[in-house]
């Protein structure tokens, strides 16, 4: 049993590069979320998802984009990166009383 | 979800017991009392939650306040691994809902 994991550890893009942020779950769970940390600062929701095929945003949604294909994996993809996109990204997999969190990317954007 | 209100840092020396203060005065009764901490440089950690009773599991011991407009996290004999930022958040328990983290309070555990 693997929790939450999510893949790369760690990640240097150039302004205007895509790529997609891994996150996979191996407990079963309908509802998936995807976090963004700043220093300093708490965790701000972009995206979630209450099962495969549904995906609604969270406080801070521009610029990301995800879908939600199987229960397992929530990807979440930066179409254009951007300098104010450099943070800790952290997936997280929730039961009904909680959520559990995965290790983060850290994303650099220059 | 209500807001709560905790203090930025708190110290402790190892072996102590940490009570951490949360203040949730808007909380509303279908909400439960949430504590999630994060070590630095990691995902949070889930701790412990109530919705009026008090709580303890292996990891702390959660006291709710008669009114509910407060909460105190208990972690009986802090080790320096316990430092990290412990936040209290409050949500409702019924089906699927997200987390509002606030900043936190930053305990230090010191020998």
């Known amino acids: 049993n693997a929790g939450v994991t999510q893949t790369p550890k760690f990640q240097v893009l150039k302004t205007g590069q895509s790529m997609t942020l891994q996150c996979a779950q191996d407990m079963n769970h309908e509802y998936m979320s995807w976090y963004r940390q700043d220093p300093g600062m708490g965790l701000r929701l972009i995206h979630y998802?209450?099962?495969?095929?549904?995906?609604d945003q969270g406080e801070v949604p521009n610029g990301y984009n995800v879908s939600r294909s199987t229960t397992e994996d929530f990807p979440l993809r930066l179409l254009s990166a951007a300098p104010s996109q450099t943070s800790v990204y952290f997936c997280?997999?929730?039961?009904?009383?909680?959520?559990?969190f995965g290790p983060g990317t850290r994303l650099t954007v220059t | 979800d209500a807001k709560t209100t905790q203090p930025p840092s708190m110290d402790c020396a190892e072996g102590r017991a940490a009570n951490l203060p949360c203040n949730h005065s808007t909380i509303s009764g279908n909400e439960y009392v949430y504590w999630y901490r994060q070590i630095h440089s990691q995902g949070p950690q889930y701790i412990i939650h109530g919705l009026k009773n008090n709580e303890t599991n292996e990891m702390a011991s959660l006291i709710i306040t008669e009114d509910r407009k407060s909460s105190t996290l208990i972690l009986p004999h802090a080790t320096l691994r316990d430092t990290a930022v412990y936040y209290c958040i409050v949500r409702v328990a019924s089906g699927y809902s997200t987390l509002t983290f606030g900043k936190g309070t930053m305990l230090l555990v010191s020998p």
């Open positions: 998802s209450v099962g495969a095929g549904i995906t």
């Open positions: 997280a997999s929730s039961s009904l009383y909680e959520q559990y």
